[in-house]
């Protein structure tokens, strides 16, 4: 199993005036802009990956869905509440196993959240939720065998602006 860890992009700034409930804050225009080239950053490294979970966030589901846009017709999305930023790494961990047990062969997406993404990295990789955090818009993936803790392989580890990177040189190839 391939999994990348994608961290929402940029959103709006936190205003209860505008927003009572932080979950409905969305992405700011640039955030979303980002959110789109990065995306095609990600598939040029997993062009296997078509099963995205998002956050139900607005922020990461504008974020997921600049994701399945760039994979096409064969994306699927799923929105999830143990993703939301009240979810822990402890239950992403718990979704990546049964996740695991329908395919182990799988390249999925996890679209969420600081600390929580962060600190699954690190369990994954080090055997403890030390945090590995990601930027806004930033992502990694970890291979597993099966997923428990210690057992993931770092793939790779990329900021936005690698990403980007990635997406302008295969636009232009």
Do not use: Y
């Not at 590995?132 to 428990?148: E, R, S």
Request: hydrophobic share 45%.
């Amino acid at each position: 199993m391939r999994v990348v860890l994608f961290r929402h992009a940029p959103a709006e700034t936190r205003d209860p005036d505008r927003w009572p409930n932080d979950a409905e804050r969305p992405l700011t225009s640039r955030g979303a802009k980002r959110a789109k080239r990065v995306a095609a950053g990600i598939l040029a490294l997993e062009p296997a990956l078509v099963r995205v979970l998002s956050s139900p966030a607005v922020r990461a589901r504008e974020t997921a869905l600049a994701l399945t846009a760039a994979i096409g017709e064969d994306a699927r999305l799923e929105t999830l509440a143990p993703l939301g930023p009240d979810g822990s790494w402890r239950q992403h961990l718990g979704l990546l196993v049964s996740l695991a047990e329908e395919d182990p062969a799988a390249t999925i997406a996890l679209v969420g959240h600081e600390p929580d993404l962060g600190k699954l990295a690190g369990a994954l990789l080090f055997g403890a939720p030390t945090p590995m955090p990601l930027k806004k818009a930033g992502a990694c993936a970890i291979g597993l065998d099966h997923p428990a803790v210690g057992a993931g392989t770092l793939l790779w580890w990329c900021p936005p602006r690698a990403l980007r990177a990635l997406a302008r040189r295969r636009r232009g190839s």
